[in-house]
């Protein structure tokens, strides 16, 4: 089998991320607090001189509080640790800019969980996720908040 071409850089093409995004199910522009984009990453497959988007991460910073602003891999590529390797670049990044603590509201806990972060409590979590104002909170949706100390 041959191995899958792919690389992992730098964009500040945030629309084509959000696009992927949205196509993904998370849920963009929803939080109660302005994101600012610190950083983002996408993952490109290279195959016959072509370089298609298939994933991409995003650091941001909502307040006093770093967080995860999304994270996608496109379906047929999933489950070959592409996330994980974004996730890696995202990490070691905020690291290297002195953050202690991130967060995220989990749509795919096991992901995170496998990677540790751990769930906290609603009552625990910052109030800078949007999914707590939704209706659809803890009924028919139930991201979990979880947070992963650096
Ligand atoms: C979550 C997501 C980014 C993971 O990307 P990925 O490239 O498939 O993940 P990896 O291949 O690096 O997986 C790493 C590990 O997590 C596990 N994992 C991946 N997705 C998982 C999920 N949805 N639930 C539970 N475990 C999962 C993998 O099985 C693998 O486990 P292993 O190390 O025991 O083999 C991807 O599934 C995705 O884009 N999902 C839709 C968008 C989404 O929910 N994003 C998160 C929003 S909070």
Known sequence: MTQLQFRIEHTEDYNVLEELFIKSGIEVGNEPIVTEKLKCWKAVHD?????TLIGGAILGKRGAYYVVDG???????????IGTIMLDKLVEYAK??????????AK???FFKN???AT????DAPNIFGCFNCDRY?????????????
């Open 120 to 123: 906290v409590k609603r009552e």
């Open 47 to 51: 195959h016959g001189g072509v370089g």
């Open 138 to 150: 803890g009924k028919d949706c139930k991201p979990e908040p979880m947070v992963l100390d650096l």
């Open 71 to 81: 994270i996608a891999v496109e379906p047929e590529y999933r489950k070959m640790k």
């Open 108 to 110: 795919a806990p096991g």
């Open 96 to 105: 290297e800019i002195g953050i202690k603590k991130l967060w995220l509201m």
């Open 115 to 117: 990677y540790g972060f």
